[in-house]
């Protein structure tokens, strides 16, 4: 869903900071987020509506309500904002885009909200595309199509999009965003993991062990 208004990775050196509970952003997903802390409705309320872009920073500990950098992990996703929606009760609802990884490198402002300087994160030299990389690919592929069948909470959709993806490290991202059985502790773990094989080998052995099969 990229958009022309979005910059390429390389664009980020500064972003603010969006801290968030039991969530996980990949890049290329679009997640919506109910933003209701003081500090993070002033962080959205203040950026302009050609900048609409910040980091999303799932926090260590979800019961902490005023997380600062040692309260959050140092891997997150630089994100677009799609949409703002204000809600009655004054809170915001928004739809992000994720758009690179992004590694928390130091603080640069404490208050009114988190500033960050970050560093854009890549994944590891390309996998040799060999028979058993592109088997595995194939596999994990499959398992998901299983579970989107087998699961009342996913759309059929979800099946198409899949097989669309031709890139492997957009198809792993994908699948672990979508995936209902994946904790948010082994979300953050995948959006961690820069080597793609790993990440598809994880991801396979999650379905294999519970036999594709979600209640």
Not at 7 to 20: N, Q, R, S
Not at 33 to 59: A, D
Not at 77 to 100: C, D, M, R, W, Y
């Amino acid at each position: 869903m990229a958009t022309k208004q979005q910059k390429k990775a390389t664009d980020f050196t500064e972003l603010p900071i969006l801290p968030v509970r039991d969530t996980v952003l990949f890049p290329s997903a679009i997640l919506p987020l109910t933003v209701g802390r003081e500090s993070s409705l002033r962080l959205i309320n203040e950026l302009k509506e050609e900048e609409r872009y910040i980091g999303v920073v799932s926090q260590r500990d979800p019961r902490v309500d005023n997380p600062q950098a040692v309260d959050l992990f140092q891997i997150g996703t630089a994100a677009f904002i799609h949409k703002i929606i204000k809600l009655p009760n004054q809170s915001l609802f928004v739809f992000v885009e994720g758009l690179q990884r992004i590694a928390i490198q130091e603080i640069v402002q404490q208050e009114p909200y988190l500033v960050a300087r970050v560093q854009q994160l890549k994944d590891g030299p390309p996998e040799e595309e060999t028979s058993d990389f592109e088997a595995m690919v194939r596999s994990v592929t499959s398992l998901f199509q299983q579970v989107v069948q087998l699961s009342p909470t996913l759309s059929d959709d979800l099946q198409t999009v899949v097989m669309n993806i031709d890139e492997p490290t957009r198809l792993a991202d994908f699948i672990a965003a979508n995936l209902p059985s994946l904790s948010s502790t082994e979300k953050q773990e995948l959006l961690e993991s820069l080597e793609l094989k790993g990440r598809l080998e994880r991801l396979h052995r999650r379905r294999q062990g519970e036999h594709a099969l979600p209640e």
